[in-house]
Nanobody, 125 residues
Framework: QVQLLESGGGSVQAGGSLRLSCGLS????????LAWFRQTPGNEREGIAA???????KYVDSVKGRFAISLDNAKNMLYLQMNNIQSTDCSEYYC???????????????????WGQGTRVTVSS
């Protein structure tokens, strides 16, 4: 089973940038879909950015133009570059993986079966 470990969270000034990282174990070779989710207390986990093995990406409208997902296959690292961070981006961020691909479901929580433990992003004004 692939293991995922997020890092890079922390406190950031509004308008600033962070890069989140998700390290994948050596067993991630056959992973077809990877995504970043976020969740705040009392709310469902929300898919915000996803990438398939072919490099196709998909974003939720609220982060388009500000966040970018990328995958370095050689290093087994998934990234989320977060620019122009706003207070609404304050959340716990998770990476997730699935050994399948679906454009319609790639940002859906129920599609994924492997999760990291999360990394928190806080925003100051």
């Amino acid at each position: 089973q692939v293991q995922l470990l997020e890092s890079g969270g922390g406190s950031v000034q509004a308008g600033g940038s962070l890069r989140l990282s998700c390290g994948l174990s050596e067993f991630a070779y056959d992973i077809y879909s990877l995504a970043w989710f976020r969740q705040t207390p009392g709310n469902e986990r929300e898919g915000i950015a996803a990438i398939s093995y072919s490099g196709t990406t998909k974003y939720v409208d609220s982060v388009k133009g500000r966040f970018a997902i990328s995958l370095d296959n050689a290093k087994n690292m998934l990234y989320l570059q977060m620019n122009n961070i706003q207070s609404t981006d304050c959340s716990e961020y998770y990476c997730s993986a699935k050994r399948a691909v679906s454009y319609d479901y790639i940002l859906k929580r129920e599609f994924y079966d492997t999760w990291g433990q999360g990394t928190r992003v806080t925003v100051s004004s």
